[in-house]
C-alpha cells in the first residue's frame, strides 16, 4: 500500500507560494453553509500541569477527496523550553478508503495561515470600499497572519497596532517592516477603536477589551482571537448595535467566541447570525450602506483545515 | 526540531513480539478507573456513500510522558477493492510540549490488538478458574485476536466457533490452526452458549443475538462487538441476571454498547456497575462464586490506545 506524505513545516511553507486558497476557501464556506459539509463538534482536551489544550477539527465536504482531521495544540510554558507553543498536524485520509493520504506536521502554523487567510476575506467582504487603514488590536502571531493576508486583498496604507506589551508592538513593526504600509504603535485602545473602520481582533483575551462607545458607525469588525467557550474580546452590546453579525459557523459560534458570549447574555438572538458561506453565496446580505456596523466572528471551521491542507498536499506531489 | 518516528504497519507488527503490554494496560485501566486519566467522549465522524465511519479516540493518564489521539476507520466496501476495511493511525505527542513524537500508521491492527488484550484480560479476571473451553461468536477479525490473545492468558483446549456464514468459519479454523487448541465450528448458537462458561461475543451485530435463558449459571461473557450506540449482541435480560456487570469505562458504556441498551430499557440501573480498573485494583468485588454470572462489556477507552501505542514507541527508539 502506499504510504501516505510526510512533510514538516520546513518543506510545507517552501509550497506555499504555489497555491491559490482564497477560491476554494471561499466555495467550502459556501458548501458548508449549503449543508454539504459534515463537521462534528470541536473536540477538546486540556492539561492542567504544565498548562496546555488541544484542539481536534475534522470534518468533510460531500463529493470532495478526503477528510480532515486537525489537531493544534497551545502549550504557553514552551516558549521558556525555547519551543513553539503552537504544535500539531493536519491529517488528510482518502474518503471512500479510509487511508491515509497526508500528514501535514505544521507546528500549528497551516491553521494560523487559515485563520490569518478567512479573516482578510471577511475584512474584505464586509468593511466599506476604499478602506485604506486598519486597526490590528493585538500583537502576536495572529496580528502578523492577519496584517500580511489583508494586504493581500486591499490596498491598506496605514496598519495601526495596539497591543497591551509596548515591545512585543515593536517587534511586531520590525516582523511586518517588509509590508507596503505604514506601522503604527498606539497606546490608547479607545482612540484606536474610535478613529478606525476596520477592526481586527486577535487577542486571547477572556474578558471584554472594546467597549460599545468606542466603535463608530461604518466600522466593521474582524473578531479572531476568541475561539473557545471562555474567550471574549468584544462588549457584546457591539453585537446588538451591529447590523450584520457573521459567523462561520452558527452551530459552532453558538458554543464559541463573541458570539457564544453575547448569546449568553441575551444581547443578540440565534435568528439574527448569518453565516459568511451565505453571504459569499448571496443567499444573505452583506453590507449595503456606508453607516452600517457589521461583526464577522470566526471561530475556525474544519473545512478551512481541509481547504489548506488539500491545496498543500495537492501541490506536494503535483 | 526532532521529527516524529514514522512507523507503518509492516515495521509495526515487526516489533509486537518485544512488547510487554499486560501489565500497563492493566495499570492504565486502574488509573482510569481512579480518575487519573482525563478521556474526553469519542468523536465520530460518519459517511453515507460509500458507507463508513470514523472513531476518533484521544487522552492522556495524568503524571504519563504522552497524549495519544487514535484514528480508526472502517469503510465496509474496501474489500471489494481489495483494500483493508479497517484504517489510521495512533499519535503520540508530548504531554509537556504537544511536539508530535511517533506517527504509528497501523491500519487499525493496534486497536484490534489491544481489543484482543483487554478481552483476553478480562475474560481471565472473570471467568471460573480452570476454564478450559471458549466460545467465540462471529469469525471476523477480532474473533481471531480475542483466541490468539487468550491462548496467550489462559489453558484453553477447545474454541468453539459459531458465525453466521460457515465458510468463513472454516476460513478462521485455518487461519488460528497453529494454535494449541481445538478448533471446533458450530452451526447451532443456543447449543454453543448453552454448552460453554466462557463466551467472548465479537460480531456487529445490530440486535441482539444471545438470548438470556441459553445463558448458564456460572458463564463469563466478555462483549467486544458492540462498541457504537448502535450495536447489541446481548439480550438485556442477560445483563439484568448477571451478579457482576463490568464496564470498561462507565461514562462511555453509558452512551456506547451493550450496557447502553440495557440501561435504555432499564433492565439495569447505572449504579449497579462497576469498572475493570476497579477490579483490577481490588476496590470492587470480581467473581466469588463459581455459578455467578458475569458480563464484561468493552467499548474500548483510549487509555488502551495509549499504552500500546507507547509501548511499541518505546521498543522503536530502544
Known amino acids: 500500500m502506499t504510504q501516505p506524505i510526510v512533510l514538516d513545516w520546513e518543506k510545507i511553507s517552501s509550497l506555499l507560494d504555489q497555491i491559490e486558497i482564497h477560491e476554494p476557501m471561499k466555495q467550502a464556506f459556501i ?25 481536534i477539527k475534522y470534518g468533510y465536504i460531500k463529493g470532495g477527496s478526503f477528510y480532515v482531521i486537525k489537531i493544534a495544540s497551545g502549550f504557553s510554558g514552551n516558549n521558556q523550553l525555547g519551543v513553539k507553543p503552537g504544535q500539531g498536524m493536519m491529517l488528510l485520509f482518502d474518503i471512500v478508503t479510509g487511508i491515509p493520504k497526508a500528514i501535514l506536521i505544521d507546528q500549528a502554523n497551516l491553521t494560523d495561515l487559515r485563520t490569518g487567510i478567512a479573516g482578510a476575506m471577511a475584512s474584505v467582504l464586509l468593511a ?66 474610535k478613529q478606525n473602520k476596520l477592526i481586527i481582533t486577535t487577542t486571547s483575551s477572556k474578558k471584554a477589551i472594546i467597549q460599545s462607545n468606542w466603535v463608530q458607525p461604518g466600522t466593521h469588525i474582524t473578531a479572531v482571537g476568541s475561539d473557545t467557550p471562555e474567550k471574549c474580546e468584544l462588549d457584546s452590546d457591539i453585537l446588538s448595535r451591529a447590523d450584520i453579525v457573521v459567523a462561520d459557523s452558527i452551530p459552532q459560534n453558538q458554543l464559541r467566541g463573541e458570539i457564544h458570549q453575547a448569546l449568553k447574555k441575551g444581547t443578540i438572538q440565534p435568528n439574527e447570525l448569518v453565516e459568511i458561506g451565505q453571504i459569499f453565496e448571496g443567499s444573505a446580505q452583506g453590507r449595503n450602506h456606508f453607516d452600517q456596523i457589521t461583526v464577522a466572528d470566526l471561530t475556525g471551521v474544519a473545512v478551512q483545515d481541509l481547504v489548506i491542507a488539500e491545496a498543500v498536499y495537492k501541490v506536494a506531489i503535483s
Open 128 to 193: 466599506n470600499e476604499g478602506t485604506e487603514s486598519v486597526a490590528i488590536i493585538g500583537n502576536g502571531v495572529q496580528a502578523r497572519y492577519q496584517a500580511r493576508c489583508l494586504m493581500e486583498l486591499m490596498p491598506i496604507k496605514i496598519i495601526n497596532v495596539w497591543g497591551r506589551d509596548k515591545e512585543k508592538s515593536k517587534k511586531l513593526q520590525q516582523d511586518l517592516s517588509d509590508l507596503d504600509a505604514e506601522l503604527l504603535i498606539h497606546e490608547d485602545l479607545a482612540d484606536v477603536i
Open 31 to 55: 458548501e458548508y453553509s449549503n449543508g454539504n459539509a459534515e463537521i462534528p463538534p470541536v473536540g477538546e482536551l486540556l492539561f492542567e500541569e504544565p498548562p496546555g489544550e488541544v484542539h
